[in-house]
C-alpha cells in the first residue's frame, strides 16, 4: 500500500471523526478508529482524499485533474459573492 495514499485517507478520516464529534453523521453512533475499519472503508477514504488531492476549481466547480470530471460546488454563499464580485 502507497504509504502517501494511506496517510491521506486516515488523515481525511480522523478530521472526519473530529468534525462530526466522534459520531456518525447519519447514524449518531461512535466511530472506530482509522485501524478499527474495515479495509473497504479505509479503501474509500483514500479513494476520497486521493480525488482532493488530484483536483483544481475551475469558475467555481471542481475539476479532477486526472479524469477531467467536474464537480458542482454550487453554495449560495459562493454563488453570492461571485455576484457582488461581478457587479462592483
Known sequence: MDDVRMKAGRAAYVAYVASVGGKS????QPLPGWWETSRQIRDAWMDAAEAARNTEEVDGDVQCW???ALVSVDRPR???AKAEKAAA
Open 66 to 68: 486526472q479524469c477531467g
Open 78 to 80: 459562493v454563488r453570492e
Open 25 to 28: 453523521a447519519v447514524s449518531g
